[in-house]
């Protein structure tokens, strides 16, 4: 796994010599336009990125979203010719690692881009890996690891020790406990808690408000206080 030490996950310059960044936004549904909205606050602090517009395989109804072009089809930002930034602005964990696996043109980059009022000290030593995306409001301690494209929406809270592998997805508001465990590809729904030192196996899905109290096997979904499973796709 690629990881940026927490000092390092601002790839983008502050420095009003240097021009913006150009970044495009995977993704141009309600989360492509709430990432808009991440990278209009990042660049209110002070860091710079010039958003072109939005990339998806399903053209919206109208020309412009959120304000900013749709510009083409995963195809076309894979066939970029100069040098791109791009968030991957895509909720499902699984859909999201898809977009990404189709992204492999050298000039494409993926900064991670956190919103400026979460904080990242050096005391607290959180890694983060590429491509990952902190929502306003999500609140980190200490000793944290974050593999590539983790997706923390609004308002979420990671313990100490906490491991959240490739691709996890935490929906508003949900809550890693201390020393907790999210293989690659876990999903939280919004207000959903996974207490400390619990794991959760790869690929799984935890419904909106549900309470993890016990470790969950790989790919299924759970729901409710305590976690019970629902589905399990590998029966
Ligand atoms: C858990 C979840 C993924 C299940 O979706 P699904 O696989 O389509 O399952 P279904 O809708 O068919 O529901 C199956 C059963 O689980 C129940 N259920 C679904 N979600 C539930 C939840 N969060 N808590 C408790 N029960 C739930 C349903 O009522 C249904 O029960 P029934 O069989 O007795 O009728 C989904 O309901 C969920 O909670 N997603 C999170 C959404 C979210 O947080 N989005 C954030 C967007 S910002």
Redesign the pocket.
């Known amino acids: 796994m690629t990881q940026l030490f927490f000092s390092e996950y601002e790839a983008s310059p502050d420095d009003d010599q240097v021009p913006p960044r150009p970044l495009a936004i995977a993704g141009a549904g309600g989360l492509g336009r709430e990432v808009a909205l991440l990278i209009s606050q990042i660049n209110a602090a002070g860091t710079r990125w010039d958003v072109r517009g939005f990339y998806d395989d399903r053209a919206p109804a109208v020309p412009t979203v959120g304000g900013l072009p749709y510009l083409g089809t995963l195809a076309d930002l894979n066939a970029v010719s100069t040098p791109l930034a791009v968030a991957v602005a895509v909720?499902s964990s699984a859909s999201r690692a898809a977009v990404v696996g189709r992204l492999t043109s050298p000039h494409l980059s993926f900064p991670t881009l956190v919103h400026p009022a979460v904080t990242l000290s050096p005391e607290q030593r959180v890694t983060l890996g590429e491509g990952c995306l902190i929502q306003r409001g999500c609140i980190l301690t200490c000793d944290i690891t974050l593999g590539r494209f983790v997706l923390l929406?609004l308002g979420c809270t990671l313990g100490h020790d906490s491991v959240l592998d490739d691709f996890c997805s935490l929906?508003?508001h949900a809550n890693v406990g201390g020393g907790a465990h999210l293989a690659t590809g876990v999903y939280l729904?919004?207000n959903?808690t996974v207490i400390h030192q619990v794991t959760v196996a790869a690929g799984t899905?935890v419904?909106?408000?549900?309470v993890v109290v016990r470790d969950l096997p790989a790919h299924c979904?759970a729901?409710?206080v305590p976690a019970r499973l629902?589905?399990n796709y590998e029966l």
Not at 207 to 210: F, L
């Open positions: 909720g929406n929906m508003p729904g919004t959903a899905t419904g909106a408000g549900a979904t729901v409710g629902i589905k």
